[in-house]
């Protein structure tokens, strides 16, 4: 079933309209091609209705956000709504700052997300409209183990309930709901925290996987998000005793590059509660 | 020939000022090292005029455009004109949006361009007004084939008596034409399409080119645009199993970086058109 | 005792506030995860007082420096300051630009820096208030040599004494200085001028050597320069034929990845004068 999802992005090459961060956008771009879709770029409030118009799903990352930006994120996410493209919010650094938190939930209020794809930390703060995210990393007391997994999942599940959106709760376990499954996957390497915008990369991910896929957003997620951390796997799985962050961060996208349907399907680890 | 044009760029080291995006900003950055160039962004209205005097040549891509960068291209790139300084143009995605579209005309309208870099789609919006392109990709029915290659070089040669500029319209296969003359080149790898960027490099290439090869812009352009073919041919050559898209990233930079001007004048695959 | 200063960033992990600019953002990001740290990237004058709050340290790197960002950068440095955070100023291309010299030169005014990390040529304009940098790369007549050296470490010391900062200023010798005493470091490889933002990233590290040492910012900052050569030595060593400078890049991260206490100890080439 995972394996279908990746294949469809592979068959309809999806155009992905990005607005994000200025840190990791160059990966993002790559990882977008790697996994078969097409990445575009722009953030001026001008051209964002039109560029989004163009393309099959639209992803929002509000690492470095700013006044100019936020305006533009609003008006792509608004547009792309009345087309009824999906959309992805990844609330970075969410509890950071009043301007993230706030800006976070202002987009939550006003453009209706597909998905929602964030660390614990940053879920949490969406749900309590408050938090304590350590920079942009999530909080040690958010992790989510195999103790506080069920309490985990049904809070994702609630979360899901009240937006409406997929929330794809990523951490050591993953978790990907709606209102009434969850997707717990146990893909990944803890090498992914060392590279900048793993997370990023894989909400760029996300939007073409459920862009590809309409109508299925829940499984497309669930397989975006097994899909990187196989990458992760098999990135670790490549390295020399040399290697360090910066070559496995293009291992990652070079395991995404040329990951095959089946392969997804045979190594995704996961069960469905 | 071209080699002898990558040979003056290695000898002179030309300074590249670049206002361009920042999803690939990097890659433009290290590919112009790796040429022999050398490279600083700077995009305050406040200061192009400054930069771009300390300079060789300037760089103008358009790929992430706002009105505050877009009022710097245009203070930088008349300056660059009164200085006779050569001025690359790289219409990112013309045709997709009214401010892409109009902004590349407005440059084209008060600034003189040495090369106009960009795919045929993009080439076309300039040419005609208004345009089809998908994304930041060519549209498809745009593509230059051996069927329609000849009235691709008709094209880019009434483009070039246009404009005044040489016109390098890359693609499978690239031409460079100015009035006369077109260089109809078959360097490169399809790969190279899966990189995001690979455009924006070569025009960041293209400046140095030209900077370092004055008074022969058209030769200039193409043994840049050779280049960077060749660079994706080796950087093929040399991919092993699990190599994929950021493997070949980083192998068309080192590329560059070992190419030698013998290199390029062997491997250079052209005909004068 | 160099090897200290790189295990305590390992122990302490300190999250570091960077204000710098988009061509080397995203290496800044992975080189701070190399070495043990964690990235925050913020700019925008809303949230900068709050994200550096939540940080250890701050890098305030002017590489693309914009007015928007200008205004950040104060904000953020003053609040730093009244924390009694440590501050890194990279004054990348002062010099180069009226803008950029006068934001350096009152980025030094109004904030206290720890550690100023230039070029010669950067350094110098701060300290002279105009200067003659080549772009962003120091001028051949400023270069460091075994014949000047004396001269150039009164003039690091100096500066120090001026501005109360370490001065790390970097190039074939690099010298860091307070006001008594200079380390003399011969790390690094001619490799390294091939790679953008080796300086920026250097700084950027500089920043996490300077929070996990607190009130020993030379040890700390000659660490993070010793630290940054002799990734650069062992990123040579690992070069085969086809490698250039893009795979010269990732090598230099995965060695700081990689580095071990003892390594560093063994292999920093240093004097103290």
Redesign the interface.
Known sequence: MLGTMLEKVRETCP?VHNIT???????C??IL??CGA???????E??VC??TS??AGLNINI??????TIASMLKAGKRANELGHPVVLDPV?AG?????TETALRLLDEVKFSVIRGNVSEIKTLANGSGST????ADIADRVTEENLGDAVSFAKAFSAKTGSVVAMTGKIDIVADSERAYCIRNGHPMM?????AGCQLSAMTAAFIAANPGNALEAAAAAVASMGLAGE?AHE?MTE??????F??????????MTPEQLEKRAVYEIR
């Not at 690492?63 to 100019?68: D, M």
């Not at 925290?193 to 915008?197: C, D, F, N």
């Open positions: 155009l961060n200025y840190v990791t956008v160059n990966d771009a790559n091609l790697a097409s990445p575009i770029m722009a953030d001026d001008e051209e039109e560029i163009l393309c690492g470095t956000l700013n006044s100019r650094g950071a700052s009043k301007l993230r350590k920079g942009v990393d925290s060392l590279v900048t915008g098999l490549r040399k290697d360090g962050n910066a070559s961060r293009c291992y990652m996208i070079d395991a995404v590059c040329n």
